[in-house]
């Protein structure tokens, strides 16, 4: 229970870490041309954003045990 604790607020971390700092990240890493494609202008950050968001998700479903690794 411990380490489920610890690793969902190590996810929730990264992924805040991804919505807030996109932008950062993207001038980084550079446009996923993908992402432009399927969101239009502005799409790599909106693609981060919504893995940063996926990644909470998946964390808060795991502390509350309704995915297990």
């Given at each position: 229970?411990?380490?489920?604790?610890?690793?969902?607020?190590?996810?929730?971390?990264?992924g805040?870490?991804?919505?807030?700092?996109?932008?950062?990240?993207?001038?980084?890493?550079?446009?996923?041309?993908?992402?432009v494609?399927?969101?239009?202008?502005?799409?790599?950050?909106?693609?981060?954003?919504?893995?940063?968001?996926?990644?909470?998700?998946?964390?808060?479903?795991?502390?509350?045990?309704?995915?297990?690794?």
């Amino acid at each position: 229970m411990f380490w489920r604790i610890v690793l969902s607020l190590l996810g929730i971390g990264v992924g805040l870490v991804f919505v807030i700092y996109s932008y950062k990240i993207t001038r980084t890493t550079g446009e996923f041309s993908w992402a432009v494609k399927y969101f239009g202008a502005g799409g790599t950050n909106t693609a981060i954003k919504l893995i940063g968001v996926i990644v909470i998700l998946v964390s808060l479903f795991f502390l509350f045990g309704i995915v297990s690794l």
